[in-house]
């Protein structure tokens, strides 16, 4: 007999997959900002990251400004600019998101408080996208904080970038909720490992 099935279509006795993220996401801010040495984490994903060939050699990169409890992705834009890389960052517009070129110029706050660039809309499409996440897993799916730009975006114009997400270690869990829409991620940067999708590969 089939399990029967609730209202919002889980089975009967389970948590539903949005509940479920939701109390995960709750979780994970808990722990990151509960974390007493992530100045020393955060140097670590940034020595990882550029340690990685596929982003190094990479010559643009879309990567956002995090916030103060994420990652620290400051630094990695500064190196970027400083190794002369083409940079984009994120700007929502509406319920879209779109790529602008950086060059180290001022920023303004935009939508969830997020530092975003000004002038047009780049045509270039970078060849790494940095995303943000709040938890992934060994099967690189990812846990954003729900308002799915970057699967809308990453489904649509930013389609073929490699997609590196980078976080603490301790953000790493097992089989995370996920859905038809969720894009899974080429690779991930933490500050133990860097794990890359379709191999065995830890380095």
Known sequence: MSAEKTNNGAAAGRIPVTEEKRLLRSRMKALRAAAPDRAERDKR????????????????????CSLAEEADTRRIIGELLARGKRVYLPRTEGKE??????EGGGLCPGKFGVSEPEGEESEDKPEVCILPLLA?????????YGGGYYDKYLSGKGKGMRKIGICYDFQLTDGLPSEEHDVLLDALV???RILVRGTSEVL
């Open 136 to 144: 992934a897993d060994g099967q690189f799916r990812r846990l954003g």
């Open 190 to 192: 933490t500050d133990a």
């Open 45 to 64: 994903i940034f020595e990882n990251l550029f340690a990685y060939p596929a982003f190094a050699g990479a010559q643009s990169v879309f990567i956002y």
């Open 97 to 102: 998101m779109i790529a602008v070129r950086y």
